[in-house]
């Protein structure tokens, strides 16, 4: 793997592309499957696009299973882009360099340290802006107040949104995206917490929800910009 890219960087550099000499091969362990590692001679080598294929197909069924064919529509286009951002979030949630066991059916658990849960949380705070945006007027005289984030896990919330633009420039000097994979889930599993326990629309002080909607709006923001980075795509439904 390494040497392969090494020696076609070094072509693209003969080549005269003035780009080549930024490329970056970020190399990882070896990837094994719960039978066990991945073997040439008995055939158990995975292809990536068959892998994505069988990925795409459970995660049809796990959208079938929940019975939300009818809210996110085209359910294809949406178990493909949940079938990648499950294998491209293992894939870069993990020490590059060490060896790791894909289960594919476990990589698409909507709990937990995956791919399809930061995914999740995304689609559910574009859900609350939608449905804000739709109520828009009922808040109209609502304005922002700092004074009303007394909730402790706003202020986790806070601290974590100042330290992400560190966190991805570490990342980048490290060439280890698992910090911005490890940020994106503390922010997912902290604001599943925070929204759990304390009700964004469902209040009678328009301060307070517009509060509340502009803190959800800025988790949203560094999820997609997040998601960007790593190659996983942002749902608006789920």
């Known amino acids: 793997q390494a ?10 550099r003969i080549l005269g592309y003035a780009w080549a000499g930024d490329l970056r091969h970020l190399a990882y362990g070896m ?6 590692k991945m073997k040439s001679r008995e055939g158990t080598v995975v292809d990536a696009d068959d892998l994505l294929d069988e990925l795409s197909v459970l995660a049809g069924e ?15 286009a949406i178990a493909e882009s949940i079938a990648l951002g499950a294998l491209n979030y293992f894939l870069l949630q993990s020490d590059p360099l060490r060896d790791m066991t894909f289960n594919p059916r476990e990589s698409l658990s909507f709990t937990g340290n995956t791919g399809p849960y930061l995914q999740y949380t995304g689609a559910r705070i574009s859900s609350m802006i939608k449905k804000f945006e739709s109520r828009k007027e009922e808040f109209s005289a609502g304005v922002f107040r700092a004074d009303l984030l007394t909730v402790p896990e706003e202020w986790e919330i806070i601290k974590l949104l100042s330290l992400y633009p560190e966190i991805t420039e570490a990342a980048a000097e490290q060439l280890n ?23 964004v629309l469902h209040n009678d002080d ?10 959800s709006r800025a988790v949203g923001i560094m999820l997609k910009q997040g998601f960007k980075l790593l190659g996983i795509p942002f749902l608006e439904v789920m």
């Open 177 to 199: 995206p698992s910090l911005v994979a490890g940020c994106l889930y503390d922010m997912a599993r902290l604001f599943s917490r925070y929204y759990h326990d304390n009700p």
């Open 62 to 76: 796990e959208i079938e299973a929940k019975g939300r064919e009818e809210l996110v529509g085209d359910v294809t």
């Open 31 to 36: 990837v094994n499957l719960p039978e066990g």
């Open 206 to 215: 328009p301060d307070l929800v517009v509060t509340r909607i502009t803190l």
């Open 3 to 12: 040497y392969h890219f090494k020696v076609l960087f070094h072509v693209l």
